[in-house]
């Protein structure tokens, strides 16, 4: 059995930072992938950031790229977020997802974490 818990959300002024944490606990080191996700309401689902078991590989959505970054501690089962120059429209509920394979539907995921940025 396999859990994600993220941490480290909150609310910060527009141009603020915040770093995000996802714990992964049970059978996890044949993690393939492990990723960052968001949905703000009324919006879908949205792949921020991936990066692949020995972190040689990492994806952003252009809507991040520059700002955010994505990094992986497998020693720990941890995959971080860290996020600066935030903007009113990175308001959203962020979730940690991890995968085995490399493609297709991510398999496991996070309860969430609230992320509220202010102008």
């Known amino acids: 059995q396999v859990e994600l818990v993220e941490s480290g959300g909150g609310w910060v002024q527009a141009g603020g930072s915040l770093s995000l944490s996802c714990v992964a606990s049970?059978?996890?080191?044949?993690?393939?992938?492990m990723g960052w996700f968001r949905q703000a309401p009324g919006k879908e689902r949205e792949l921020l950031a991936s990066?692949?078991?020995?972190?040689?590989?990492?994806h952003y959505a252009d809507s991040v790229k520059g700002r955010f970054t994505i990094s992986r501690d497998n020693a720990e089962n941890t995959v971080h977020l860290q996020m600066n120059s935030l903007k009113p429209e990175d308001t959203a509920v962020y979730y940690c997802?991890?995968?085995?394979?490399?493609?297709?539907?991510?398999?496991?995921w996070g309860q969430g974490t609230q992320v509220t940025v202010s102008s």
């Open positions: 990066i692949t078991r020995g972190g040689g590989s990492t």
């Open positions: 997802a991890a995968d085995f394979r490399a493609g297709g539907p991510w398999a496991y």
């Open positions: 049970g059978d996890t080191y044949s993690f393939y992938r």
